[in-house]
């Protein structure tokens, strides 16, 4: 027998005692090692713990038994003692080809198993989870459709992951940034929305999240269907849990923050942030009831709806949808108040609105924005 099929039939037995909770400590260490050695070593390892669990799970109904079928299918080093050498052969060979059919039709359920089996044995050599996941850089928007349906429209400085094996098992995504979803309907698998504060449960429904890292809050604004909110820090508290219809936003507070600084009116508390109303504390869910909808998700159409919006709030919108960066040499123009509709306006055609509609100024170079007052224009 030649050295590399020994060195192959080694490494098979250490990686068979493993799969059938034989392995010793010693056989655990060596595994590790054999893994770290080279990507084919680790793909020889993918296939073999896939034609384990595949011919378990194809043939448990006959009481199949992989250790005896393993011994039969490994070459040996006395082929000559046996009885009918041609016959041996025959089956080795249709073992092995029934059991990469096997794997083949049950290739995206046996990851999961692998990988939990491994991380409970404290065996992780190398990264076996794959991911997709959809960045969007500043000044751009994407759409995307899911495994399962579901259309994503994903905003500036956003991304969006899920795992590979989505909409097998569950289906579950992270967020960071906004996004708006129209989730397809399956009330066998409930879609989440996952991000750093809060998580969000549906079956099927169109609903808006933004959940920027730089900001104070994150924001879940249903317009179609209903969803559910939970609370990531209290997730077991059912006061932390929040049930969301149609025209109506959760905010999420990260830091503690003033009432006033959660947009709109008709707003409820809800949990421990029930106590003071002037101040909400941090990890605490407010409600905003009769919210135009079309304000939260314009962002995402040709037809971009401004209202009621501070420049100091639209500049942050301003600076992700043009990739620019924006200042203000004169602090007092933040507060100024702007209503409109944008429809495929460049930069310097919004910048120009907002110079005709206000006492403002603007500077531009290099993608940096300088806003000042505009003296001439409050003289006039």
């Not at 993918?46 to 384990?52: H, P, S």
């Not at 967020?175 to 504060?197: C, H, I, R």
């Not at 317009?223 to 820090?233: L, T």
């Amino acid at each position: 027998m030649s050295e590399f099929n020994l060195h192959n039939i080694q490494s098979d037995d250490l990686i068979f005692r493993f799969l059938s909770k034989r392995a010793s400590q010693g056989d655990l260490n060596n595994m590790r090692l054999w893994l770290s050695k080279s990507l084919s070593n680790q793909r020889h390892f993918d296939e073999i713990c896939d034609l384990w669990v595949a011919s378990k799970q194809i043939c448990r109904k006959n009481e199949f038994d992989p250790q005896m079928a393993w011994q039969k299918s490994k070459p040996t080093k006395s082929s000559n003692k046996q009885s009918n050498p041609v016959i041996q052969t025959k089956i080795t060979g249709f073992f092995i080809r029934w059991q990469w059919v096997a794997a083949i039709f049950i290739v995206f359920f046996i990851t999961g198993t692998i990988v939990t089996y491994l991380i409970g044995k404290n065996i992780t050599p190398y990264n076996v989870s794959a991911y997709t996941e959809h960045y969007v850089p500043y000044g751009s928007k994407s759409v995307v459709t899911l495994p399962d349906g579901t259309r994503v429209w994903i905003n500036s400085g956003s991304r969006l992951r899920y795992s590979q094996n989505f909409n097998a098992l569950d289906r579950q995504v992270t967020l960071e940034g906004e996004a708006y979803f129209d989730v397809y309907k399956n009330a066998q698998k409930p879609f989440f929305v996952k991000t750093s504060g809060i998580t969000v449960k549906v079956i099927g429904t169109a609903f808006n999240v933004k959940a920027y890292p730089d900001e104070k809050t994150i924001e879940t604004t249903v317009e179609r269907g209903m969803v559910q909110v939970f609370n990531n820090v209290s997730i077991e508290k059912t006061n932390e849990r929040v049930f969301l219809h149609p025209k109506q936003k959760a905010t999420y507070i990260k830091v503690r923050i003033a009432l006033n600084e959660v947009k709109n009116t008709n707003t409820s508390v809800s949990g421990i942030a029930k106590q003071k109303r002037e101040v909400v504390k941090a990890n605490s869910l407010v409600i905003n009831n009769d919210v135009v909808t079309k304000y939260v998700t314009s962002w995402k159409d040709t037809r971009w709806i401004i209202e009621s919006e501070q420049l100091i709030d639209l500049a942050v919108k301003i600076e992700r949808r043009y990739n620019v960066k924006i200042d203000f040499y004169d602090s007092k123009v933040r507060n100024y108040v702007f209503s409109g509709i944008l429809e495929d306006e460049s930069l310097e055609q919004v910048l120009e609105v907002i110079k005709m509609s206000a006492p403002i100024q603007y500077s531009l170079k290099q993608k940096k924005i300088t806003f000042y007052e505009n003296k001439e224009f409050i003289i006039k």
